[in-house]
């Protein structure tokens, strides 16, 4: 008579085993055959041996599992080795007269409390175990992975220990609808092993033109080095070229291929001709999930580090906010140069390079300085050096970037003398305010609606009131193109002065919109462009500006607009509308037109029909003859044979040749006749 005992699912802490035993196979994850370097038999105590018919693996709760546990169904209990438990576990094991509790090893924090009545320590695990656990195939897991074979899905289950679904609690909807809230972020370490294997890339806006026509710059930051490009831009369609030429810069200077390429969600980078671009080159593309800016956080993070070193360049050259790109591009430099705790306090140049980067060369930005000029000297008598601003470091020379105030003109030189405690942008009058540079900023603020009625102006002695009357106008020099072109002095409000042109404007400070460049501006030139004054305003005279300090360069006085009434605030990325010319009695009508009702609406453009007129020739012109190919088809058409023989005529009566013997050996320049419509300014046909 055989007596069975019954099936074991506790398992009990034995401190004497040298391995796990279970009696039942049923109560594993993964079961192998008996094979060797596996005991073929246990032995107990008493010296007699007990068969072992196949080992195996068992999941038990949370980060907690067994390995190479020995089944041999004469054995009573199911034992667990405290030494083998510790080992794989990475955790320790307290025993007291309650019980016994496993502490993870490094931060010391419980893991399982197993309280104990009887004479032995037994491992009661949570109600909620595992549902890949004990051998039995979950529903909710078997539908997560895609229907896969009860040999996989328990394959699963002893290499992915986290594998772990509740299956007993199910979302409330109405919770969800009513209370759904974002998941939390995770804190990644990870980083790239090789150079150029993942970069991040992100797009930022300027609400402020610069002086040198951009808008956007483009951020590249390489996972592994932590070295950081930046890219100004002027138009948003430059993104895909600027990668591309990046790709080849890191190919030729490095040796090296982008592998994977992590952005936003934004079009720039999610667009045909890039997702082409990438393909062919093997290179994969990763986009944050749409609103889930975090998920690019590296990029986000570095624009907001290289926007505090731009904005306090700014505030310490006194510096006007259309001058960020020069700060952008100084910002970035110093960046590389400082170490970083993501690289044990290395430097991203020394990382990249893998040489240590000089700091000897290293000057005060904006700072007076004093370049040498005596290479372009008119004469021998003339100055050798002129006061310049220090602008940074040139990309392409091995020298300095200097504005020259007088001409408005960048000099890139290498002999230079600074005086690194004077600016010559804090001795104009006023000063940039800080909320000047509040476009720096990451927060989106409110600003006036731009349609919607307004509300009624308040008191000149509120708190919001506009000031009372117009701000005085600060000229600042800017620079200019190659060719030595002057360019126009960029106004800077007053402080107290309010701007409708310009987004996220602080309430009670603000600057002026800057005009933006030609798209083929130079970087350090912008060419000069008569400023552009609304209709019924006047410029100032020169007696009225205020004094300023007294040099040479070319200014002009721009009138601020006067203040507007405040609207309604709403969430908006347009600007307020311009007020509508003031009326100014009956005015004379251009030549050749004809009077109209005029039209009246919130829009800025000023057209004909808004001043009470229009061009009856844009209307009644008689339809053109089309311009002929050929020669023989101008002559089929009237029109074209009457100017052909005008033409013909004049050219006979102002005797244009003379018809002599055509010399031998030569050759002959022949005559061609070009057709093409030739229009008056107001669209006739001349």
Same mark, same amino acid.
């Given at each position: 008579?055989?007596?069975?005992?019954?099936?074991?699912?506790?398992?009990?802490?034995?401190?004497?085993? @040298?391995?796990?035993?279970? %009696?039942?196979?049923?109560?594993?994850?993964?079961?192998?055959?008996?094979?060797?370097?596996?005991?073929?038999?246990?032995?107990?105590?008493?010296?007699?041996?007990?068969?072992?018919?196949?080992?195996?693996?068992?999941?038990?709760?949370?980060?907690?599992?067994?390995?190479?546990?020995?089944?041999?169904?004469?054995?009573?209990?199911?034992?667990?080795?405290?030494?083998?438990?510790?080992?794989?576990?990475?955790?320790?094991?307290?025993?007291?007269?309650?019980?016994?509790?496993?502490?993870?090893?490094?931060?010391?924090?419980?893991?399982?409390?197993?309280?104990?009545?009887?004479?032995?320590?037994?491992?009661?695990?949570?109600?909620?175990?595992?549902?890949?656990?004990?051998?039995?195939?979950?529903?909710?897991?078997?539908?997560?992975?895609?229907?896969?074979?009860?040999?996989?899905?328990?394959?699963?289950?002893?290499?992915?220990?986290?594998?772990?679904?509740?299956?007993?609690? #199910?979302?409330?909807?109405?919770?969800?609808?009513?209370?759904? *809230?974002?998941?939390?972020?995770?804190?990644?370490?990870?980083?790239?092993?090789?150079?150029?294997?993942?970069?991040?890339?992100?797009?930022?806006?300027?609400?402020?033109?610069?002086?040198?026509?951009?808008?956007?710059?483009?951020?590249?930051?390489?996972?592994?080095?932590?070295?950081?490009?930046?890219?100004?831009?002027?138009?948003?369609?430059?993104?895909?070229?600027?990668? *591309?030429?990046?790709?080849?810069?890191?190919?030729?200077?490095?040796?090296?291929?982008?592998?994977?390429? +992590?952005?936003?969600?934004?079009?720039?980078?999610?667009?045909?001709? &890039?997702?082409?671009?990438?393909?062919?080159?093997?290179?994969?593309?990763?986009?944050?999930?749409? !609103?889930?800016?975090?998920?690019?956080?590296?990029?986000?993070?570095?624009?907001?580090?290289?926007?505090?070193?731009?904005?306090?360049?700014?505030?310490? &050259?006194?510096?006007?906010?259309?001058?960020?790109?020069?700060?952008?591009? *100084?910002?970035?430099?110093?960046?590389?140069?400082?170490?970083?705790?993501?690289?044990?306090?290395?430097?991203?140049?020394?990382?990249? !390079?893998? #040489?240590?980067?000089?700091? %000897?060369?290293?000057?005060?930005?904006?700072?007076?300085?004093?370049?040498?000029?005596?290479?372009?000297?008119?004469?021998?008598?003339?100055?050798?050096?002129?006061?310049?601003?220090?602008?940074?470091?040139?990309?392409?020379?091995?020298?300095?970037?200097?504005?020259?105030?007088?001409?408005?003109?960048?000099?890139?030189?290498?002999?230079?003398?600074?005086?690194?405690?004077?600016?010559?942008?804090?001795?104009?009058?006023?000063?940039?305010?800080? +909320?000047?540079?509040?476009?720096?900023?990451?927060?989106?603020?409110?600003?006036?609606?731009?349609? =919607?009625?307004?509300?009624?102006?308040?008191?000149?002695?509120?708190?919001?009131?506009?000031?009372? =009357?117009?701000?005085?106008?600060? %000229?600042?020099?800017?620079?200019?193109?190659?060719? =030595?072109?002057?360019?126009?002095?960029?106004?800077?409000?007053?402080?107290?002065?309010? #701007?409708? $042109?310009?987004?996220?404007?602080?309430?009670?400070?603000? @600057?002026?919109?800057?005009?933006?460049?030609?798209?083929?501006?130079?970087?350090?030139?912008?060419?000069?462009?008569?400023?552009?004054?609304?209709?019924?305003?006047?410029?100032?005279?020169? &007696?009225?500006?205020?004094?300023?300090? $007294?040099?040479? #360069?070319?200014?002009?006085?721009?009138?601020?607009?006067?203040?507007?009434?405040?609207?309604?605030?709403?969430?908006?990325?347009?600007?307020?509308?311009?007020?509508?010319?003031?009326?100014? =009695?009956?005015?004379?009508?251009?030549?050749?037109?004809?009077?109209?009702?005029?039209?009246?609406? +919130?829009?800025?453009?000023?057209?004909?029909?808004?001043?009470?007129?229009?061009?009856?020739?844009?209307?009644?012109?008689?339809?053109?003859?089309?311009?002929?190919?050929?020669?023989?088809?101008?002559?089929?058409?009237?029109?074209?044979?009457? $100017?052909?023989?005008?033409?013909?005529?004049?050219?006979?009566?102002?005797?244009?040749?003379?018809?002599?013997?055509?010399?031998?050996?030569?050759?002959?320049?022949?005559?061609?006749?070009?057709?093409?419509?030739?229009?008056?300014?107001?669209?006739?046909?001349?």
């Amino acid at each position: 008579m055989t007596l069975n005992q019954p099936q074991q699912t506790e398992w009990y802490f034995d401190s004497g085993a @040298t391995s796990h035993m279970a %009696s039942d196979s049923h109560s594993l994850s993964h079961i192998f055959p008996q094979r060797y370097p596996f005991p073929s038999a246990i032995v107990v105590g008493d010296g007699s041996l007990l068969p072992v018919t196949s080992t195996g693996s068992a999941h038990l709760s949370g980060p907690l599992h067994l390995n190479n546990v020995l089944v041999s169904p004469k054995l009573i209990k199911n034992l667990i080795s405290v030494r083998q438990f510790t080992s794989d576990n990475n955790c320790y094991v307290e025993f007291d007269p309650s019980g016994c509790s496993v502490k993870d090893l490094g931060t010391r924090n419980v893991i399982v409390r197993c309280n104990s009545s009887g004479p032995l320590y037994p491992l009661h695990l949570p109600a909620a175990a595992t549902a890949l656990a004990a051998g039995s195939t979950s529903t909710l897991w078997h539908r997560c992975l895609g229907h896969p074979g009860q040999e996989s899905l328990t394959k699963l289950a002893s290499m992915l220990p986290s594998c772990n679904k509740d299956v007993s609690s #199910s979302p409330c909807h109405a919770c969800q609808l009513g209370r759904h *809230t974002r998941l939390p972020f995770r804190v990644s370490s990870s980083r790239a092993i090789n150079k150029f294997d993942l970069i991040h890339c992100d797009l930022w806006t300027s609400p402020i033109v610069s002086v040198s026509g951009y808008k956007y710059y483009l951020v590249i930051l390489d996972d592994c080095s932590h070295y950081l490009w930046t890219f100004p831009l002027r138009l948003k369609s430059d993104t895909y070229d600027t990668l *591309t030429n990046f790709f080849s810069y890191v190919t030729t200077q490095f040796g090296a291929t982008v592998k994977v390429v +992590q952005s936003d969600n934004g079009r720039e980078f999610d667009n045909s001709s &890039a997702r082409t671009f990438f393909l062919t080159h093997g290179t994969h593309l990763r986009m944050s999930c749409p !609103y889930t800016s975090p998920q690019n956080g590296r990029a986000e993070r570095i624009i907001c580090s290289v926007n505090d070193i731009l904005r306090s360049l700014l505030f310490q &050259a006194s510096l006007p906010p259309s001058y960020w790109v020069e700060a952008l591009s *100084t910002a970035t430099y110093l960046r590389n140069l400082l170490p970083t705790k993501t690289l044990a306090m290395s430097t991203p140049h020394m990382a990249l !390079y893998g #040489s240590p980067p000089s700091y %000897s060369h290293l000057r005060v930005f904006g700072c007076l300085c004093y370049p040498n000029m005596t290479a372009t000297a008119k004469h021998k008598l003339a100055p050798r050096s002129l006061p310049c601003v220090f602008l940074g470091y040139s990309a392409h020379h091995k020298g300095y970037r200097c504005l020259d105030t007088s001409s408005n003109h960048v000099i890139i030189s290498r002999h230079v003398v600074f005086d690194e405690s004077t600016f010559p942008f804090s001795e104009l009058s006023p000063h940039p305010t800080p +909320q000047a540079y509040d476009f720096l900023e990451d927060s989106t603020d409110f600003v006036p609606a731009p349609i =919607g009625p307004s509300q009624t102006p308040l008191s000149a002695g509120s708190p919001m009131a506009p000031p009372a =009357g117009p701000p005085p106008s600060v %000229s600042v020099p800017v620079p200019t193109s190659a060719t =030595g072109a002057p360019s126009p002095a960029l106004p800077c409000a007053a402080p107290g002065a309010t #701007s409708p $042109a310009l987004p996220r404007a602080a309430p009670g400070a603000s @600057t002026p919109a800057l005009p933006r460049a030609a798209p083929g501006a130079s970087t350090s030139a912008l060419p000069r462009t008569a400023p552009t004054v609304p209709p019924g305003f006047a410029p100032r005279s020169p &007696a009225a500006a205020p004094a300023g300090p $007294a040099d040479s #360069s070319p200014r002009r006085m721009v009138q601020p607009l006067p203040p507007v009434q405040p609207f309604d605030r709403v969430y908006t990325r347009r600007g307020a509308p311009a007020p509508p010319p003031p009326s100014t =009695g009956a005015q004379p009508l251009p030549k050749g037109t004809v009077p109209v009702l005029p039209v009246v609406n +919130q829009h800025r453009m000023v057209i004909r029909a808004k001043l009470g007129f229009r061009q009856p020739a844009l209307f009644t012109a008689a339809p053109l003859s089309p311009v002929p190919k050929t020669f023989c088809s101008a002559l089929a058409d009237p029109n074209w044979r009457a $100017a052909m023989e005008e033409e013909h005529d004049a050219l006979l009566k102002n005797h244009t040749w003379d018809l002599v013997p055509r010399p031998p050996r030569t050759n002959l320049v022949t005559g061609k006749w070009i057709f093409k419509h030739k229009l008056e300014a107001d669209g006739s046909l001349e």
